[in-house]
C-alpha cells in the first residue's frame, strides 16, 4: 500500500514536471510567433540566447563551485584508518581510537553523493536565478563604445561608467555571493561533525577543514579587494557631500580608505594562504581585526572627522572645484550645457494688430485637456463602449495654415459593454476595435460655449483638408485585451443610426492560427479553452496580441524607458500612427544630480517609435545619433533601429519635444542656471516652477505647447515652455523653451528678464484676477445654486517685446459636468480684463485697430456694449440679442430668476428693435 502511494507520488510530481516544462515551451513558442509576426524574431533570438547563455554559465559556475567544494568536505570527513599492528606483528591498542558518528557515517553512505549533487544544483540555481535582466549589461559591455569625455577624477572615458563599471559590479556580486553561500555550507557541513575540531580544536593550530574553509575565505578578502577598487569609481556618484559626485571629504577621505584597504584585503588573503603552510593562525587573526579597525576609522570616523574640522571650517574654498565640476556635468548630462541663453527686454509696447503677431493669436490655447476631454465624452462619444482616454496637442498645416490643434482617438473598451453584451464573441471575435478621432482647433469656440470640431463623428466628417482613410484603432491606449481576426463572425466596424457597419481586419500581421496545434497552443498561453472550442476560429484567423502601444513597443525594446504621454498622428496618407517618445537613461555619468529615485543621472530623448493604428507595425528611430548608449543598443539589435531620416516626412512633422523630458530639464535648471560656484554654492538665485490656479486648486505649472514667433525669427514655430519665477519673489524671473520644428528639434533657449524690472509672474496675475471686483462678482454669481467654474490654464506668452497673459473660464452644470467656454480672461501690464471671447478681451486690453481686429480665432462676438433700443445696425442688434440670451442663459443656471426675467425682456425689446430696422432697410 504504501509502495502504490510511493509511486503515485512519484507520478505526481513526474506529471506535474512535465506539464511545466510543457507550458515553459509553450510560452516561449507563442512568444516567438508573435515576435515574428511583427518582423522582430531577430530581437527575440538574440534577448532569448543572450539569456540562455548567462544563465547557463551561472548556472554552471555555480554547480561546480558548490560541488567541487562539497567533495573536498566529504573527502576530508573520512574516518581516519590506524594500524592496529606494531612492525614487530604485535597488536595496538589505542586509547583515543575515533568512533563512527551518525552524521560521518550518513556522510560515508551511498546518499551523500546525490545530496551533495542536489546542494550543487540549487547552489547554481541561486546564482543563475539573480541574474534577472542582467544579460543587457553583458550586452552592452561586449558592444560598448566611447562616449569621448574623460572625467575630471580618474580620466576615464566616461563610456567606463556606462558599460564596463556595471559589468564588472554585476561579476564581483556574482562571484562573492557564490563565495560567501559555498562557505557557509561547507563550514555548516564541518560543524555538524561531532568528532570535528573545527569548532573545540585548537584555534591557533590548522587543521584540514581549517584549511579549507581558510581558503575560501582567503579568495572572499582577494575579491573584496577588488570591490574596493570599484568602490572607488562609485566617489563619483557619491551623494553624501554638498553637490552630488566626489567633494573633498570622498577625495581626501573616503577614496583614501578604499586604497588603504584594498592593500589591507590583499594583505590578509595571502596570510591565509601562507598560514596554511606555516601554521600561524594567530597571524590570521591580528590581520583580520586590523581589517575591521581600518575599516571603521577610515570608513567611517576619518571622513567624518575631515567633514567637520577641515571642510566645514572653509566649506566653499575645500568643495569649489567640485561645485564647479558638479555644474558642468550636470549641465551636460541633461543636455542643458548647450542651451542658448538670450535677454529678454520688456517695454510693454505691444502693437496686438502686427501681422507679426497674427499667428500667435490665432493658436492661443483656450481649451485645456481635462475639461475638453469631459467634453468631447458627452458630444463625441457616441456609444457606451467608445472612450476618450487622453486629449494630445499636436499642429498641422490646415488649410494653408499652421493650427494648433487638440485631438483625442475614440477607442474601444470593452468593459463600458452592456453585461448581457459581454459575451466571448463579442469581447473576442466581434468589438475589435476604435473608430476614427476627434480634432479641434485650440482657439475656436462655439456659439454654445463648445468646442469647434475640424474632424468629427463617425463614419468621420472633415470640414478642412485634413484625410482620413484609415480611421480603425486595432492598437491604442486602453486596448489590453487580445483579440481573433478574420474569423467567420464579421467584426462591428462602428454604427450607423440604428443600424451596424461590419468588417473585415485587412491587415497580415497577426499571428495565423494554421493549425489545431497552434490552436491549442495559445488556448492554452491564453488561458482560453473557449478559442479551442469555437467554430468561428478557422486557419486563416490572426490573433493580435499585447495591443497595447507602450506594452507593445515594451516587448521589444524593454531596455528604454518611455514616455507617459503617447500622442496619434493623422499621416498625409490618411492613416492613423501613434508616437512614444522613448529615452535612454543610467545612474553612472559622474557628477551629475539624479533626477529619480533610482538615482539616475543621465536622460536622452534618443527614441522616435511609430505604432500603426491599424496594423500595430512598429519602427524605432534613432533621434539622438551621439547618444552612446543607443549606440550600443543598436549594435546590439541592428535589425531593430532605423535612423530617424527614414521616417516618412508626414510623421516627421508631428515630432514633439516630449513634456516628461522638458519637466526633468526645467527642474534641473532651476537649480543649475547658477553657474558661478560662489552664487550656486550661497543658493543666491534659486528659480521655481511658478504657481497657478486650475479648477480653483493652486498647483505647479506644467510646460505648454505654444505656436509663437520667437525673438529674431522670421517664422512661427511649435514650442514647448516654462516660465520660471524666483524664490524670494512671485515675479517672473525668465523662461525656457524647446525647439522642434525641422533642424531645430532639440534645441534649447532660455530668456532671462532684466533683474532690475518687475515682470508679473502667473501667482501675481492669478492674484489680480482674484482681486478684481467685477471678476470676482461674475464668478460668485456662476457658482451659486448649481453650476460650478472651472478655471483653465494660464498661459504666459512672451509676444514682440512684451508678455501677455490667457487664461479661459469654463461652467459647467453640477449635474451634468458639460464645460462651456463662457469668458476669456487675458492681462496685459497692469490691466485685466474677462470677456466672453478672446477677441473681446484683446479689444478691451488694447482698442480697436484701425483696419482689422487683433486675430481670426472664429470665436462668436459678444459685444458687452449696451445698444440702445433703436440704434444700431443689424449685426449690432444681432449681437446684443445674443447677450441677452447668453445672460439668461447663464442667470437660469444660477437660479437667479430675476435677473432671468430682465434679460428676456430686453431680448424682447431687442428682437422688436432688430425686426424694425431689417424693415427699414
Known amino acids: 500500500m504504501e509502495q502504490r502511494m510511493n509511486g503515485s507520488t512519484i507520478r505526481l510530481i513526474i506529471f506535474i514536471l512535465i506539464l511545466g516544462v510543457l507550458s515553459l515551451f509553450t510560452g516561449l513558442y507563442a512568444e516567438w510567433l508573435w515576435f515574428d509576426s511583427v518582423n522582430y524574431g531577430s530581437v527575440f533570438t538574440t534577448i532569448l540566447m543572450s539569456k540562455i547563455t548567462l544563465y547557463a554559465t551561472l548556472f554552471i559556475f555555480g554547480f561546480l563551485l558548490f560541488y567541487i567544494n562539497l567533495q573536498i568536505t566529504r573527502k576530508n570527513m573520512g574516518i581516519r584508518e590506524k594500524d592496529e599492528t606494531a612492525d614487530e606483528g604485535r597488536e595496538v591498542i589505542y586509547l583515543d581510537q575515533e568512533r563512527p558518528t551518525p552524521w560521518r557515517g550518513f556522510m560515508q553512505g551511498p546518499y551523500a553523493k546525490w545530496i551533495f549533487i542536489g546542494i550543487s544544483l540549487f547552489g547554481g540555481f541561486i546564482l543563475s536565478s539573480v541574474a534577472g535582466d542582467y544579460w543587457i549589461v553583458i550586452q552592452q559591455y561586449l558592444n560598448r563604445v566611447p562616449v569621448g569625455t574623460l572625467d575630471p577624477v580618474f580620466s576615464k572615458d566616461l563610456g567606463f561608467y556606462f558599460f564596463n563599471l556595471s559589468f564588472y559590479q554585476f561579476i564581483y556580486s556574482t562571484v562573492m555571493t557564490g563565495l560567501i553561500l559555498v562557505t557557509i555550507t561547507t563550514g555548516v557541513i564541518y560543524a555538524l561533525n561531532?568528532?570535528?575540531?573545527?569548532?573545540?580544536?585548537?584555534?591557533?593550530?590548522?587543521?584540514?577543514?581549517?584549511?579549507?574553509?581558510?581558503?575560501?575565505?582567503?579568495?572572499?578578502?582577494?575579491?573584496?579587494?577588488?570591490?574596493?577598487?570599484?568602490?572607488?569609481?562609485?566617489?563619483?556618484?557619491?551623494p553624501e557631500g554638498i553637490v552630488f559626485g566626489a567633494t573633498y571629504t570622498d577625495m581626501y577621505a573616503r577614496l583614501l580608505s578604499y586604497k588603504v584597504l584594498m592593500v589591507i584585503s590583499i594583505i590578509v588573503a595571502l596570510l591565509i594562504f601562507i598560514n596554511i603552510f606555516v601554521k600561524k593562525f594567530n597571524l590570521v587573526l591580528i590581520s583580520v581585526g586590523v581589517w575591521v579597525l581600518v575599516a571603521i576609522v577610515l570608513g567611517g570616523i576619518?571622513?567624518?572627522?575631515?567633514?567637520?574640522?577641515?571642510?566645514?571650517?572653509?566649506?566653499?574654498?575645500k568643495e569649489r572645484p567640485y561645485i564647479e565640476r558638479a555644474i558642468e556635468y550636470t549641465r551636460a548630462a541633461y543636455g542643458l550645457d548647450n542651451a542658448e541663453i538670450q535677454q529678454f527686454d520688456v517695454d510693454n509696447n505691444l502693437d496686438i494688430y502686427d501681422p507679426d503677431h497674427k499667428s500667435?493669436?490665432?493658436?492661443?490655447?483656450?481649451?485645456?485637456?481635462?475639461?475638453?476631454?469631459?467634453?468631447?465624452?458627452?458630444?463625441?462619444?457616441?456609444?457606451?463602449?467608445?472612450?476618450?482616454?487622453?486629449?494630445?496637442?499636436?499642429?498641422?498645416?490646415?488649410?494653408?495654415?499652421?493650427?494648433?490643434?487638440?485631438?483625442?482617438?475614440?477607442?474601444?473598451?470593452?468593459?463600458?459593454?452592456?453585461?448581457?453584451?459581454?459575451?466571448?464573441?463579442?469581447q473576442r471575435l466581434m468589438y475589435t476595435h476604435g473608430y476614427g478621432l476627434v480634432v479641434s482647433p485650440v482657439t475656436e469656440v462655439a456659439e454654445e460655449g463648445f468646442p469647434e470640431f475640424f474632424v468629427k463623428d463617425i463614419p468621420p466628417r472633415v470640414t478642412t483638408d485634413l484625410t482620413m482613410a484609415r480611421p480603425?484603432?486595432?492598437?491604442?491606449?486602453?486596448?489590453?485585451?487580445?483579440?481573433?481576426?478574420?474569423?467567420?463572425?464579421?467584426?462591428?466596424?462602428?454604427?450607423?443610426?440604428?443600424?451596424?457597419?461590419?468588417?473585415?481586419?485587412?491587415?497580415?500581421?497577426?499571428?495565423?492560427?494554421?493549425?489545431?496545434?497552434?490552436?491549442?497552443?495559445?488556448?492554452?498561453?491564453?488561458?482560453?479553452?473557449?478559442?479551442?472550442?469555437?467554430?468561428?476560429?478557422?486557419?486563416?484567423?490572426?490573433?493580435?496580441?499585447?495591443?497595447?502601444?507602450?506594452?507593445?513597443?515594451?516587448?521589444?525594446?524593454?531596455?528604454?524607458?518611455?514616455?507617459?504621454?503617447?500622442?496619434?498622428?493623422?499621416?498625409?496618407?490618411?492613416?492613423l500612427y501613434w508616437i512614444i517618445d522613448a529615452y535612454?537613461?543610467?545612474?553612472?555619468?559622474?557628477?551629475?544630480?539624479?533626477?529619480?529615485?533610482?538615482?539616475?543621472?543621465?536622460?536622452?530623448?534618443?527614441?522616435?517609435?511609430?505604432?500603426?493604428a491599424y496594423t500595430g507595425d512598429m519602427v524605432f528611430y534613432i533621434a539622438d545619433?551621439?547618444?552612446?548608449?543607443?549606440?550600443?543598443?543598436?549594435?546590439i539589435f541592428p535589425e531593430t533601429y532605423k535612423p530617424i531620416s527614414q521616417m516618412p516626412a508626414g510623421l516627421k512633422a508631428h515630432v514633439r519635444y516630449p513634456v516628461d523630458m522638458f519637466m526633468i530639464q526645467a527642474n534641473t535648471y532651476k537649480t543649475f542656471h547658477m553657474s558661478d560656484p560662489y552664487v550656486f554654492y550661497n543658493k543666491e538665485d534659486p528659480w521655481l516652477i511658478p504657481m497657478e490656479v486650475v479648477d480653483d486648486k493652486s498647483q505647479a505649472m506644467e510646460p505648454y505647447y505654444i505656436i509663437m514667433r520667437l525673438p529674431g525669427e522670421e517664422?512661427?514655430?511649435?514650442?514647448l515652455m516654462m516660465p520660471f519665477t524666483p524664490k524670494s519673489r512671485p515675479n517672473m524671473v525668465g523662461w525656457m523653451c524647446a525647439r522642434m520644428d525641422g533642424d531645430n528639434y532639440g534645441k534649447l533657449l532660455v530668456y532671462n528678464f532684466p533683474k532690475q524690472e518687475t515682470i508679473y509672474g502667473p501667482e501675481q496675475i492669478e492674484s489680480r484676477i482674484n482681486q478684481n471686483t467685477e471678476i470676482s462678482q461674475q464668478l460668485s454669481l456662476w457658482d451659486q445654486k448649481g453650476s460650478s467654474v472651472y478655471r483653465g490654464n494660464l498661459l504666459v506668452i512672451p509676444m514682440g517685446k512684451s508678455i501677455l497673459y490667457v487664461e479661459p473660464m469654463y461652467l459647467q452644470a453640477d449635474s451634468s459636468k458639460l464645460p462651456e467656454l463662457k469668458r476669456v480672461i487675458a492681462g496685459f501690464g497692469n490691466k485685466t480684463v474677462m470677456e466672453p471671447t478672446l477677441d473681446e478681451a484683446l479689444i478691451a486690453l488694447f482698442g480697436k485697430g484701425s483696419e482689422a481686429e487683433p486675430g481670426d480665432t472664429g470665436q462668436v462676438p459678444d459685444d458687452t456694449s449696451t445698444v440702445s433700443p433703436g440704434s444700431g445696425s443689424v449685426s449690432e442688434l444681432a449681437r446684443q440679442a445674443r447677450l441677452y440670451y447668453d445672460q439668461a442663459q447663464e442667470s437660469l443656471m444660477a437660479g437667479d430668476w430675476t435677473a432671468y426675467g430682465n434679460n428676456l425682456e430686453k431680448l424682447k425689446e431687442t428682437l422688436a428693435q432688430l425686426e424694425a430696422t431689417a424693415g427699414v432697410e
Open 584 to 612: 535612454t537613461y543610467t545612474n553612472k555619468y559622474p557628477y551629475s544630480e539624479p533626477f529619480d529615485s533610482a538615482r539616475n543621472n543621465y536622460l536622452r530623448n534618443s527614441v522616435k517609435v511609430t505604432v500603426d
Open 715 to 719: 517664422e512661427a514655430e511649435y514650442i
Open 360 to 426: 500667435t493669436i490665432d493658436n492661443i490655447r483656450l481649451w485645456d485637456w481635462q475639461p475638453l476631454m469631459t467634453t468631447y465624452k458627452n458630444l463625441q462619444q457616441l456609444r457606451p463602449y467608445y472612450v476618450f482616454d487622453d486629449v494630445d496637442v499636436d499642429r498641422y498645416v490646415i488649410d494653408g495654415n499652421y493650427r494648433q490643434v487638440m485631438v483625442s482617438a475614440r477607442e474601444i473598451d470593452q468593459a463600458e459593454l452592456p453585461e448581457q453584451a459581454k459575451t466571448w464573441i463579442n
Open 472 to 575: 480603425e484603432i486595432y492598437f491604442g491606449e486602453v486596448t489590453n485585451n487580445y483579440v481573433i481576426v478574420n474569423t467567420l463572425q464579421k467584426e462591428f466596424d462602428y454604427p450607423m443610426g440604428e443600424q451596424n457597419v461590419y468588417a473585415t481586419y485587412e491587415g497580415d500581421n497577426g499571428i495565423k492560427v494554421n493549425s489545431i496545434f497552434r490552436k491549442l497552443a495559445f488556448s492554452w498561453v491564453l488561458k482560453d479553452y473557449k478559442m479551442m472550442l469555437s467554430s468561428q476560429v478557422t486557419n486563416d484567423s490572426q490573433i493580435l496580441m499585447n495591443r497595447n502601444i507602450v506594452d507593445r513597443v515594451k516587448m521589444v525594446a524593454p531596455y528604454l524607458g518611455y514616455d507617459s504621454d503617447p500622442y496619434i498622428v493623422i499621416n498625409d496618407d490618411g492613416k
Open 625 to 635: 545619433q551621439e547618444d552612446p548608449i543607443i549606440k550600443t543598443y543598436a549594435a
Open 302 to 317: 576619518y571622513p567624518t572627522v575631515i567633514q567637520n574640522f577641515i571642510v566645514q571650517p572653509n566649506e566653499f574654498n
Open 194 to 238: 561531532a568528532s570535528s575540531d573545527l569548532l573545540f580544536g585548537n584555534w591557533s593550530q590548522f587543521t584540514v577543514a581549517k584549511s579549507h574553509i581558510a581558503i575560501l575565505v582567503a579568495f572572499i578578502f582577494g575579491l573584496k579587494a577588488w570591490g574596493y577598487v570599484l568602490s572607488s569609481y562609485g566617489i563619483l556618484f557619491s
